[in-house]
């Protein structure tokens, strides 16, 4: 027999195991940031990355239920001629947001990139151009590079190369308009969800499966 009393209970139970796992819980993605050693920083760079673009970033990713638990290192970002850039510093268990002056030319070819979303040697890593880097300036056009650059991380971009042409510009505009929702209403939208699946794939490719 099924008494009421039990059924009371049962249905609070239920209430807290749906609380333990409320869909607005806040999902805190490991991010290393990391400071070329070899950059030729213009006066007032790092100060402007650690008292407005990189705080504007993190406010956003907070209102979008987003927290990201930073970690601060020193690396560096080599450039032999004709090959692809040695990174160091890196932390395989992070997403790895690593501040350099401008983008290798192996990755940028002339086009003059503010960043770079990639897995590079399996570390999960956004090449940030602080030559060209900006904060929020004018909505769905010139947003945050930070901002901008971990959600082709946290958003899935990373795991696919990117489409040429019009679907290209395409995943381009997806991430500024979702990043200027961020920006002008606190509205992170599947942010937080994609994130959750996000840690998941970083947790899964860094620790071994038994
Ligand atoms: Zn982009």
Redesign the pocket.
């Known amino acids: 027999m099924v008494s009421y009393y039990y059924v009371v209970v049962d249905r609070r139970e239920f209430l807290l195991a749906s609380l333990a796992v409320a869909p607005d819980t806040p999902v805190e993605v490991p991010v290393r940031v990391v400071i070329d050693r070899d950059a030729k920083w213009r006066p007032g760079q790092l100060k402007d990355l650690s008292e407005r673009i990189w705080p504007e970033c993190a406010r956003d990713f907070r209102r979008g239920g987003v927290v990201l638990k930073a970690s601060r290192g020193e690396g560096r970002v080599e450039r032999p001629h004709g090959r692809e850039p040695v990174i160091s510093g890196l932390d395989p268990a992070a997403l790895n947001a690593v501040m350099t002056d401008r983008i290798p030319e192996e990755w940028d070819r002339g086009r003059a990139i503010a960043?770079v979303t990639t897995l590079y040697r399996d570390y999960h890593l956004c090449l940030i151009a602080l030559h060209r880097a900006h904060g929020y300036r004018i909505p769905f056009v010139a947003v945050n590079t930070c901002t901008?650059?971990l959600l082709?991380a946290i958003l899935g971009d990373i795991f696919e190369s990117k489409p040429k042409g019009m679907t290209g510009e395409w995943r381009?505009s997806r991430?500024d308009a979702i990043a200027t929702k961020l920006w002008c209403w606190g509205d992170g939208g599947m942010v937080r969800e994609s994130a959750r699946v996000y840690v998941d794939r970083l947790k899964a490719s860094y620790y071994p499966r038994t």
């Open positions: 960043g901008h650059e082709h381009e991430i």
